[in-house]
Nanobody, 119 residues
Framework: QVQLVESGGGLVQAGGSLRLSCAASGSIFSINVMAWYRQAPGKQRELVAT???????NYADSVKGRFTISSDNAKNTMYLQMNSLKPEDLAVYYC?????????????WGQGTQVTVSS
């Protein structure tokens, strides 16, 4: 089992910055990939960024150049630095961890943290 706890959401003006954190605990050795997803009101949850256990990253086109995903293995924490925030970035942001063991994939989710961007 993996437990994920997000923090760092809040209210910010357009053009501002926020940093989200996701603290992982439990069977973290089994995690292969971690990611940030977001879900805006009335929309489906979408992938924002991913980071592998080897440190490779990938981003949605909508956040490239503005958001940076990173991890601190010593702290078992993943981050999402969000700069130049836009009103369309308003959403609940979720931390996700993927563990694959014996060919079976299992996804773990945090509780979500609200990001509100005012224009």
């Amino acid at each position: 089992q993996v437990q994920l706890v997000e923090s760092g959401g809040g209210l910010v003006q357009a053009g501002g910055s926020l940093r989200l954190s996701c603290a992982a605990s439990g069977s973290i050795f089994s995690i292969n990939v971690m990611a940030w997803y977001r879900q805006a009101p009335g929309k489906q949850r979408e992938l924002v960024a991913t980071i592998t256990s080897g440190g490779s990253t990938n981003y949605a086109d909508s956040v490239k150049g503005r958001f940076t995903i990173s991890s601190d293995n010593a702290k078992n924490t993943m981050y999402l630095q969000m700069n130049s925030l836009k009103p369309e970035d308003l959403a609940v942001y979720y931390c996700n961890a993927v563990a694959v063991r014996g060919g079976v994939r299992r996804d773990y989710w945090g509780q979500g943290t609200q990001v509100t961007v005012s224009s």
